[in-house]
């Protein structure tokens, strides 16, 4: 009776496949091993190649769309005139724009352009939100002005922030004495920029513990606004230009 038990149990697999076995996949062949081999490397060798172009085009792109936009918007502003006057040339408004410019900082450079910029700016100064608005971003525009004056950016500064062990780019504004029973303490003003150069904090440090390095305001604003993509490999303090052989790395700095 056991023999006849074995004999009719069979897997259920077969039992649904009439009692017969399930068919086997034929074997691999090295043909079709070597075809996705090389499919597969096919398809990395492009993916890496699109991927390369899309970095290359990637920046050219961004560069001529924002050089495009810009050149559309300073040509609005004088295109309608001429459009008035029946000419119709692309690009005559936009460099009547810069020469407009142009005369604007040769006019204002004068005595007579001075005054009566000032004399707008002291409008300006007492209404009540755009007041904070002009402030702002005339800070910004006297960092990087060739002309510079007492509410530009003194120098570029490094200091240890937030940990010791850790740096900080930033840029001194305006030195103040802190006066104490014993003695009074030289401090600097420095602004460290945290969300590129319109947002940051205000730190005093002691004079004697900044680091003046050898970079100019335009390259401390390229850092802080490439997000350090553009820092040199080697900074070096200015008391030490003059040795150019002894440049130390930055985290040698004490």
Not at 61 to 72: G, M, N, P
Not at 152 to 177: D, L, Q, W
Not at 191 to 211: A, K, R, S
Not at 222 to 229: A, F, L, T
Request: charged content about 15%; overall charge negative.
């Amino acid at each position: 009776m056991a023999d006849e038990k074995e004999s009719t149990s069979i897997p259920l697999s077969q039992a649904e496949n009439g009692g017969e076995d399930p068919p086997k996949s034929p074997p691999s062949s090295p043909n079709s091993s070597t075809r996705k081999a090389c499919c597969f490397v096919l398809q990395s060798w492009v993916s890496k190649k699109f991927m390369t172009g899309c970095v290359v085009l990637f920046p050219v792109a961004v560069t001529f769309f924002i050089t495009w936009w810009f050149i559309q918007f300073v040509d609005g502003f004088f295109s309608p005139m001429y459009a008035q006057l029946g000419i119709d040339i692309f690009g005559l408004g936009f460099i009547t724009s810069l020469l407009f410019v142009f005369f604007v900082g040769v006019f204002v450079s004068s005595w007579i352009g001075g005054t009566l910029f000032s004399l707008g700016e002291w409008f300006i100064k007492r209404m009540p939100f755009i007041r904070h608005i002009y402030s702002a971003s005339k800070q910004i525009s006297a960092a990087i002005s060739p002309d510079q004056n007492t509410t530009a950016f003194k120098e570029v500064a490094i200091i240890r922030h937030p940990r010791v062990g850790e740096y900080a780019f930033g840029f001194i504004t305006s030195s103040v004495t802190l006066q104490r029973d014993n003695e009074d303490e030289e401090l600097c003003s420095v602004f460290v920029p945290t969300n590129h150069l319109y947002i940051g904090d205000i730190f005093l440090v002691n004079t004697n513990e900044i680091i003046r390095p050898n970079l100019s305001i335009r390259e401390g604003i390229e850092i802080i606004v490439s997000g350090g993509m553009t820092m040199p490999q080697t900074i070096s303090p200015l008391e030490r230009v003059a040795r150019p052989n002894e440049r130390i790395p930055l985290n040698r700095m004490a």
